[in-house]
């Protein structure tokens, strides 16, 4: 079988995880990458040829904390299933059970350089599920956008929980009562794995609970605990359960995290920051500032970059890190808050977050630098496969289902 080869040449390509190119050249064969380089890189004879002279040429953009066709646009109640808000102790949910890839966010994320999100459920329950990460097309089912099903455990401390449960009459309805709520699940994991093993030692039968199966992927260390917290004090309790239990812990939102950034970077734990582009809508977000995030970061925190879409558009992503920079966070982190810092955090690095040889062939073509508001995405490519084009009238194109799966 003769290999499928895309070659973009001439833009000014900006890999990330190295220095940029002036006049580079990118390779994707069979969807990988297979050289970055400058003016002289090889073009493989029979390669598509795109000309990039003049634009800029950068990896696909992740979204790491998204609804995408968990929560539909435009589809009210029956497009939203980002929480199951019947069970303080979602483990056993699965985002990838309540995604649509007809959700017309997906062609907004094309359309801002977005190739792959991290899907999560919502943040009503202490414990939401599991997220999956994706592409943002390419399948004729979601699956077959699947990057990794397994990513990470989605949780929740803070304003929201409290009021779903608290409304209920129910437990929990205080910051205590969460803190029980995540302890007294992790206890019932690990109680679980230990007998699974003594199970296993003996060669007997054992009764499988899918919700204990996946805390103990947690302790683990299989699965990331992605913990939805706004305020300082919501922070430091997660970062006490993390060390109680011994997990893997990345902060998701963060609004506060600029008044205990020292601890954060003293400990290394990450954080997903954002959205930023909202108002201050209840309590826990009375301190949100665009700059809080330059001030994280500048304690030497390492940060992403979220639109917590639909919350704000996801084609959004990149204004976000534009308003960031207006702020004071310098411009090569703001580039790898949307792209190689993301994908480290949730171990999905192997795969996308660069323009580096052996990483996924996911290239986006900008008209120019895209932190400048009126640059747009010209062309995404997602595994080497065109998935927006831009025609003679200059207007970017979704390429639909139908014409990639038509007979």
Known sequence: MVASVLAVTG??????SAPAIDGGTVVVTDGVITAVGGSDTPVPDGATVVDATGKWVLPGFVESHGHLGVHEEGE??????????????????????????????FRDALLGGVTSAVIKPGSGNPIGGR???????????????VIAADVSVKSALGENPKRVYGDKKVTPSTR???????????????????????????GEPFERNLTHETLAAVLDGDLVWDQHCHRHDDIATAIRLSEEFGYRLVINHGT??????????????????????????????????????????????????????????????????SFAVK?????????????????????????????????????????????????????????????????????????????????
């Open 11 to 16: 833009g000014y390509v900006l890999p990330v």
């Open 76 to 105: 009210g109640w029956s497009g939203n299933d980002t929480n199951e808000m019947t069970d303080p102790n979602g483990a056993r949910f699965r985002a990838l059970d309540g995604i649509d890839i007809e959700d017309e966010g």
């Open 131 to 145: 997220t999956v990460a994706i592409k943002t097309w390419g399948g004729r089912t979601v699956d077959e956008q």
């Open 176 to 202: 205590l009562g969460v803190a029980a709520v995540l302890r007294e699940a992790f206890v019932a994991a690990r109680n679980y794995a230990e007998k699974r093993a003594a199970a296993a030692t003996k």
């Open 256 to 321: 506060e995290g600029h008044k205990i950034a020292d601890v954060l970077a003293e400990k290394d734990i990450p954080v997903i920051f954002g959205p930023m582009l909202t108002s201050r809508s209840k309590v826990e977000l009375r301190d949100r500032a665009i700059r809080n995030l330059a001030l994280i970061a500048a304690a030497g925190v390492r940060v992403a970059i979220t639109t917590d879409h639909p919350v704000i558009p996801i084609n959004f992503l990149v204004h976000q890190a």
């Open 327 to 407: 702020e004071g966070l310098p411009r090569e982190t703001a580039f790898e808050a949307l792209t190689v810092n993301p994908a480290a955090f949730l171990d999905l690095d192997e795969r996308i977050g660069a323009l580096e040889a052996g990483r996924d062939g996911d290239v986006v073509v900008w008209s120019g630098d895209p932190l400048d508001i009126t640059s747009r995405a010209e062309q995404v490519f997602i595994d080497g496969r065109a998935a927006l084009v831009t025609g003679d009238d200059g207007v970017p194109h979704v390429v639909e289902r139908h014409e990639r799966f038509s007979h």
